[in-house]
């Protein structure tokens, strides 16, 4: 009897790529001489590795690609449901990346000049009106907490609340700051609190120190949280407790990710009709501070944004929470027509849709806004 066909050998695993030692090289260099952070390093870590695997793709040395190549990766990119604003993310990073080749005589053309991300809307930040904002920082989750571990995690989770509404603060900041400082808060990147000023001191984005005013609002739920902090821990633990401001059940610091769920979780007990994470209550911050000073440089300076455009979104905000004001009271913004002219005419409907509530479901509609106790000074 022949022996049956011997099957065909099954096809090798796919393998990614090797890590390009270029590629290495310029995280490297962003490492050292741009001192950028940790998770800025890993996102252009991941965006030079989805272009590595195009080019592995198309059997091409990464250095070697061009201009077309690039063009047809963003098309992929696009209509697998990226959106513009995160393409023109990830061009920056390659961009950069062949700037530094050229720079270093690579190659000799950087084929990511010129190539531009698809346009897409740019959506307004979703901020708290300051009815909400405030519910949220004043309730009293401990009221109803039936253990001391139960108090104890509402208690922090208000000083958290405060301090994120009341400096503008963001997660990563709030999860860096140290109960005191020390000799590794500074060497480390890390923040503090000096309640005796009533001052934030916070490392931001690119690595840049600012220090933010704290309110009496927030200096009093962190004092009663400090007062609180190491309790559970006894006086042994007490000493091995980690030098953050915020920990956990197990004494460590606490994550970006847990400051995150302790606040979607206070803000559905509150009451509040949409879940709350930590950057709502930075925008709700700008906004409402904007509103009531009118001073962008200052809110700019106090959100630590390196450009005054970033900070220039707010006032897209405030501009929509005028609009309303004045199509609620102006008496001119509702005419009365005379009998032989017919109706007045409406609004039209795209003006409408452009003016949105500046502080989301349930913002007041009429009246400027009266900066809250979390915001103003101590």
Request: aromatic residues 6%; without cysteine; positive net charge.
């Given at each position: 009897?022949?022996?049956a066909?011997?099957?065909?050998?099954?096809?090798?695993?796919?393998?990614?790529?090797?890590?390009?030692?270029?590629?290495?090289?310029?995280?490297?260099?962003l490492?050292?001489?741009?001192?950028?952070?940790a998770?800025?390093?890993?996102?252009?870590?991941?965006?030079?590795?989805?272009?590595?695997?195009?080019?592995?793709?198309l059997?091409?040395?990464?250095?070697?690609?061009?201009?077309?190549?690039?063009?047809?990766?963003?098309?992929?990119?696009h209509?697998?449901?990226?959106?513009?604003?995160?393409?023109?993310?990830?061009?920056?990073?390659?961009?950069?990346?062949?700037?530094?080749?050229?720079?270093?005589?690579?190659?000799?053309?950087?084929?990511?000049l010129?190539?531009?991300?698809?346009?897409?809307?740019?959506?307004?930040?979703?901020?708290?009106?300051?009815?909400?904002?405030?519910?949220?920082?004043?309730?009293?989750?401990?009221?109803?907490?039936?253990?001391?571990?139960?108090?104890?995690?509402?208690?922090?989770?208000?000083?958290?609340?405060e301090?994120?509404?009341?400096?503008?603060?963001?997660?990563?900041?709030?999860?860096?700051?140290?109960?005191?400082?020390?000799?590794?808060?500074?060497?480390?990147?890390?923040?503090?609190?000096?309640?005796q000023?009533?001052?934030?001191?916070?490392?931001?984005?690119?690595?840049?120190?600012?220090?933010?005013?704290?309110?009496?609002?927030?200096?009093?739920?962190?004092?009663?949280?400090?007062?609180?902090?190491?309790?559970?821990?006894?006086?042994?633990?007490?000493?091995?407790?980690?030098?953050?401001?915020?920990?956990?059940?197990r004494?460590?610091?606490?994550?970006?990710?847990?400051?995150?769920?302790?606040?979607?979780?206070?803000?559905?007990?509150?009451?509040?009709?949409?879940?709350?994470?930590?950057?709502?209550?930075?925008?709700?911050f700008?906004?409402?501070?904007?509103?009531?000073?009118?001073?962008?440089r200052?809110?700019?300076e106090l959100?630590?944004?390196?450009?005054i455009?970033?900070?220039?979104?707010?006032?897209r905000?405030?501009?929509?929470?005028l609009?309303?004001?004045?199509?609620?009271?102006?008496?001119?913004?509702?005419?009365?027509?005379?009998?032989?002219?017919?109706?007045?005419?409406?609004?039209?409907a795209h003006?409408?849709?452009?003016?949105p509530?500046?502080?989301?479901?349930?913002?007041?509609?009429?009246?400027?806004?009266?900066?809250p106790?979390?915001?103003?000074?101590?």
């Amino acid at each position: 009897m022949a022996d049956a066909p011997a099957s065909p050998p099954s096809p090798p695993p796919s393998v990614p790529p090797a890590p390009d030692p270029q590629v290495q090289r310029y995280l490297e260099h962003l490492r050292v001489e741009k001192r950028l952070a940790a998770r800025s390093l890993t996102l252009y870590r991941l965006d030079l590795e989805k272009l590595a695997r195009f080019a592995a793709g198309l059997s091409l040395p990464l250095l070697q690609l061009t201009d077309a190549h690039i063009r047809r990766f963003v098309a992929q990119m696009h209509s697998a449901g990226r959106s513009g604003r995160g393409i023109a993310l990830i061009l920056s990073g390659w961009r950069g990346f062949f700037i530094w080749a050229g720079r270093q005589g690579l190659i000799g053309r950087n084929p990511v000049l010129g190539i531009r991300a698809p346009k897409s809307p740019k959506p307004l930040p979703k901020a708290l009106g300051v009815d909400q904002a405030m519910r949220l920082a004043d309730f009293d989750g401990a009221a109803g907490a039936a253990t001391e571990a139960d108090i104890w995690l509402q208690i922090r989770d208000a000083a958290m609340a405060e301090l994120l509404y009341g400096s503008g603060l963001r997660a990563g900041e709030l999860a860096g700051l140290d109960a005191v400082p020390n000799a590794d808060t500074e060497r480390q990147g890390r923040g503090w609190v000096d309640l005796q000023a009533g001052e934030v001191h916070v490392l931001g984005k690119g690595s840049k120190r600012r220090s933010v005013p704290m309110g009496r609002a927030a200096s009093a739920a962190l004092r009663a949280w400090l007062a609180l902090r190491a309790k559970p821990f006894g006086a042994a633990g007490a000493a091995r407790l980690d030098a953050a401001l915020f920990v956990g059940r197990r004494g460590a610091r606490l994550t970006t990710l847990s400051i995150w769920r302790r606040l979607r979780q206070r803000s559905q007990r509150a009451g509040l009709p949409s879940p709350v994470h930590p950057h709502m209550l930075r925008h709700s911050f700008a906004s409402h501070l904007l509103q009531s000073s009118g001073d962008l440089r200052a809110v700019q300076e106090l959100l630590g944004h390196a450009s005054i455009t970033s900070t220039q979104v707010y006032t897209r905000l405030d501009f929509q929470h005028l609009a309303r004001v004045y199509d609620a009271t102006h008496p001119r913004a509702h005419k009365m027509p005379s009998p032989d002219q017919g109706p007045a005419p409406t609004r039209p409907a795209h003006a409408a849709e452009k003016r949105p509530s500046p502080s989301g479901p349930g913002s007041r509609s009429t009246g400027p806004a009266k900066l809250p106790d979390a915001v103003g000074k101590p």
